[in-house]
């Protein structure tokens, strides 16, 4: 939505050359916009991964071309184990393996021979591109702080001495390496325990460790900083993710012991999860550390507010993931097995959002509230303004009073086709049931030819204020191009766009659909 505001002039006295101006009232009116959901490791390119480079801005052209004012992506972290960008090192750091090695050459810091790539264009090696990535911005750190002009290394310090998770978060990321990635927890018990005398001995031990960690998250802040600013000039707005929990084996865990439920050991006595349903009799062990909500409520939820004072940096909006657990969330004692044994705990409700409302003002926010949402979970996103979600290919198979369905949307939502979570909307209506695929194609009133794009015109023509749709559904993919398939170890987040996604038949038929459906920009 955005702010209007009516100005009257009014002469209040007609024989006065002066001019009087009376603001009398100020409107929130709602555009309708749509956007695009594809994480920037899903752009095409010839580094084995997508980059904040060429391809990103000819994506953006895209959105542009197409009518588009929003670009969703997923959470920009450093992944951990499993690639995944909802489990990272560091909820305040961001991904070196999306820097743009050509951009580095441009700067001096490698040789054209270095920045020069041959691996897969197609589905993400990850660790052929670790090795290869994290080794060139190894040597061109070298070279920086070897041959940098005065300016550039002026600029470089600057930025360490105003990012204040930073020295930390090398730190960490120099020790796993040294200590052989191992858990923080298993590392000298002073170190786990960050006593002072051991930080400053390992930081002068690490240093040019720690300074390679530093100008890889330079490069990173720089690239996403003018790769951001060009879709904002084009009037497109990035939509960024902040998942809800952090990992246990993480610089914001081993920097903030106090803010979780941990024992003297430093090992979780609680965990996070969500209790059994008709997915699954023993429901989902997440594994990462609750927060104490007590001891951040009684530093009046700093850690919080710097984490999404942050994440505004990065992004536009943020959509927070698992919302509901700010009500209340699922915990389970350390040593259970499997999720069964929780209970609900109350979260910190509107406690929270009033301390980042008055420590941020306006709160961007879209609220993940899928899955079985009590009306107490309601009331605090309705509370506060938050849009909620709306996924079609959940709004079939249950009835005309599926909220899901189009007809029973509200303005204040998102609709999506599908997330990074679903399937395709291809793969998803062919795994369909005969029945229930007629059911689908009932409410279309259809017979079943260009089944994607009835789903994708739909969510357009949707009354809600957001519609944001994965890029393989404009592209019409099988369920080869999904993104992530949950609860399922390997493969996931690999997905890649080919060279020829971003074609302009496809941004003039998207355009199309999204001047039918009252959707372009202003």
């Known amino acids: 939505m ?9 002469a209040l006295n007609q024989a006065d050359f002066h001019s009087y101006f009376n603001v009398i009232e100020v409107y929130m009116v709602r555009q309708r916009k ?3 959901l594809l994480h920037p490791s899903s752009l095409p390119g010839a580094g084995g991964i997508g980059s904040f480079g060429e391809e990103a801005r000819r994506f953006v052209d895209f959105l542009h071309k197409s009518g588009q ?21 560091s909820a305040f750091a961001g991904n070196p393996l999306l820097v743009n090695l050509e951009a580095v050459q441009d700067d001096g810091d490698l040789l054209p021979q270095e920045a020069r790539t041959v691996l897969s264009s197609e589905r993400i090696d990850f660790q052929a591109v670790e090795e290869y990535k994290l080794g060139r911005l190894r040597d061109a ?40 990635g191992v858990s923080w927890k298993d590392w000298p018990d002073a170190l786990a325990n960050r006593e002072p005398a051991a930080l400053s001995f390992w930081s002068e031990k690490l240093g040019t460790a720690i300074g390679e960690q530093k100008y890889q998250q330079w490069q990173f802040a720089r690239q996403w900083k003018k790769l951001k600013s060009y879709a904002n000039v084009l009037g497109i707005s990035v939509v960024g993710d902040l998942p809800i929990f952090v990992a246990y084996d993480s610089a914001d865990v081993w920097a903030n012991p ?12 609680v965990v996070a999860g969500v209790p059994p349903d008709y997915f699954s009799k023993t429901g989902q062990l997440w594994g990462n550390p609750l927060y104490n909500w007590e001891k951040m409520a009684h530093e009046g939820y700093g850690w919080w507010i710097a984490r999404l004072r942050n994440d505004l940096c990065l992004y536009d909006m943020v959509r927070i993931d698992h919302f509901r657990g700010f009500e209340a969330f699922w915990e389970v004692p350390m040593w259970e097995k499997t999720a069964v044994n929780g209970r609900w705990v109350k979260g910190p409700g509107e406690g929270l959002f009033h301390a980042l409302r008055n420590g941020l003002g306006n709160l961007p926010i879209i609220a993940e509230d899928l899955g079985i949402i009590t009306p107490e979970v309601e009331a605090l996103r309705e509370q506060f303004g938050f849009p909620g ?10 009835g005309p009073e599926n909220p899901y369905l189009p007809h029973n949307h509200v303005r204040s939502c998102v609709v999506y086709t599908g997330t990074h979570d679903n399937d395709t909307t291809a793969g998803w209506f062919e795994s369909l049931k005969a029945k229930e695929q007629k059911n689908v194609l009932a409410y279309f009133d259809r017979d079943g030819d260009d089944i994607v794009w009835q789903m994708v015109k739909c969510a357009l023509a949707s009354v809600a204020d957001y519609a944001i749709i994965p890029m393989q559904d404009l592209l019409e993919l099988p369920s080869s191009g999904r993104m992530n398939v949950p609860g399922v170890a390997g493969g996931n987040w690999s997905w890649r766009c080919s060279a020829d996604a971003f074609s302009g038949r496809l941004a003039a038929k998207l355009a199309r659909a999204t001047e039918l459906y009252g959707r372009l920009p202003d």
């Open 258 to 269: 106090h803010l979780f439920h941990l024992d003297e050991k430093g090992v979780p006595i």
């Open 34 to 36: 749509s956007g695009v």
């Open 141 to 180: 750190a070298a070279r920086f702080f070897a041959e940098a002009p005065q300016k550039r290394k002026e600029e470089f310090w600057q930025f360490c001495d105003g990012t204040f998770w930073l020295h930390d978060f090398a730190l960490f990321m120099a020790l796993k390496e040294e200590f052989k």
């Open 2 to 10: 955005q702010l209007i505001y009516v100005i009257v002039l009014t």
């Open 389 to 398: 979600m709306k996924i079609l290919q959940f709004a079939f198979g249950s």
């Open 69 to 89: 004012s929003l670009w969703q992506i997923l959470p920009l972290g450093p992944t951990a184990y499993g690639n995944s960008p909802y489990s990272c090192y």
